[in-house]
């Protein structure tokens, strides 16, 4: 089934309680000058916020200048001048609160697109009560608050719970696996030449459009206070980041058939069970969970088995096992 762009927007509300019951949810991308929150900033943010039938009830894009290095215009589309003449991320912090405070947050990629929001507030907070401290005479600067959102749904994660294959896992490809109308994901000149809010805004809607592919499935859903960064400033689930930094294991070595005592688990993304199940059955039976693939590794849990990418292609090249997520936690109830 194939499915339209909602492009229907109403008029412009405000982020107050009866503005969130009709349009309790908020759409929201965004571009920055990397990959890791701890170490980038963000440079544009484009949201929507919508009800339950996918109609757009506001829509807002904010340019915001880093006070750094914004990074090459191809990336995010914007010319130097107009990044130097967008405001800084502490003025426009609150009004990005009003809009997600309340609201279900629909993201692509959550640890990097929450991350990055959530460093970016803490960070102009922590400056503020720095300055504050300073200016004891003088009234506080407000610059707002960490946003609240009700949760977080991740749509990258909520494809692969559902078992879909992506061949790319960038919004365009995810929303061609689904069957979702949206141009390739591949840059063009075309694409480079136009208007980056243009650009910004077409990703978004492509974005509402996957939710409502994906809305009656199982869905990647997240609390935002279960969720801590890790050591990049990506926003996971708290278990996830205490797992990597726990004590280690002897590691008795490769997994064959059975499951040992100290062996060293990584969990590929391509998995349907919540990955945070696969964690937390390493920590109830004393094994060694890890982010990082190495030769020491016993196994990674993965589904895929052809067209490989990420931990599991590095896997199979080392020849480290492949285990899939059923057989991984039925291997977990046999050693428990």
């Known amino acids: 089934m194939r499915h339209t762009l909602s492009r229907s927007y109403a008029a412009p509300g405000s982020g ?30 484009d949201a929507l916020t919508f009800d339950e039938s996918g109609k757009v009830h506001r829509a807002e894009h904010f340019v915001i200048n880093p006070e750094t290095d914004p990074g090459p215009k191809h ?71 960490v946003p609240t959102p009700l949760k977080i749904i991740d749509t990258l994660a909520s494809a692969r719970r559902q078992g879909i294959r992506l061949a790319d896992t960038r919004i365009g ?9 949206s141009p390739s994901p591949v840059a063009t ?11 910004a805004r077409e990703r978004s809607d492509i ?50 058939d059975v499951l040992k005592q ?23 039976l004393k094994l060694n969970y890890s982010e990082k693939l190495t030769r020491e590794t016993s196994l990674v849990v993965c589904n895929q088995r052809d067209e490989l990418r990420g931990k599991a292609m590095h896997a199979q090249r080392k020849g480290i096992p492949l285990v899939r997520d059923v057989d991984f936690l039925a291997a977990a109830g046999r050693l428990n």
């Open 262 to 284: 100290g062996m060293e688990v990584v969990v590929a993304p391509e998995i349907e069970v919540d990955p945070d199940k696969i964690i937390q059955a390493c920590r109830d």
């Open 16 to 45: 107050t309680l009866e503005a969130m019951k009709s349009d309790p949810y908020i759409a929201l991308t965004v571009q920055a000058t990397g990959i890791h929150p701890a170490s980038a900033r963000l440079i544009s943010i």
């Open 189 to 199: 000149v075309e694409r480079a030449a136009r208007p980056a809010a243009d650009v």
């Open 173 to 181: 490809g995810v929303a061609h696996a689904l069957g979702v109308p």
């Open 207 to 256: 974005l509402l459009a996957i939710f409502l592919a994906l809305k009656s499935g199982k869905l990647a859903s997240y609390l935002p206070e279960d969720l801590v960064p890790d050591r990049f400033g990506l926003q996971r689930s708290a278990i996830r980041v205490q797992a990597a930094k726990a004590r280690r294991y002897h590691n008795p070595g490769r997994f064959e």
């Open 75 to 145: 990336v995010h589309g914007l010319s130097p001048e107009e990044i130097a003449a967008a405001p800084t991320f502490d003025k426009v912090l609150k009004r990005l609160g009003s809009l997600i405070d309340g609201r279900t947050l629909v993201v692509h990629n959550a640890p990097r697109t929450w991350g990055l929001i959530r460093s970016e507030a803490k960070r102009v907070m922590s400056a503020a009560a720095h300055r504050n401290r300073r200016r004891r005479r003088q009234a506080p600067q407000r610059v707002g608050h």
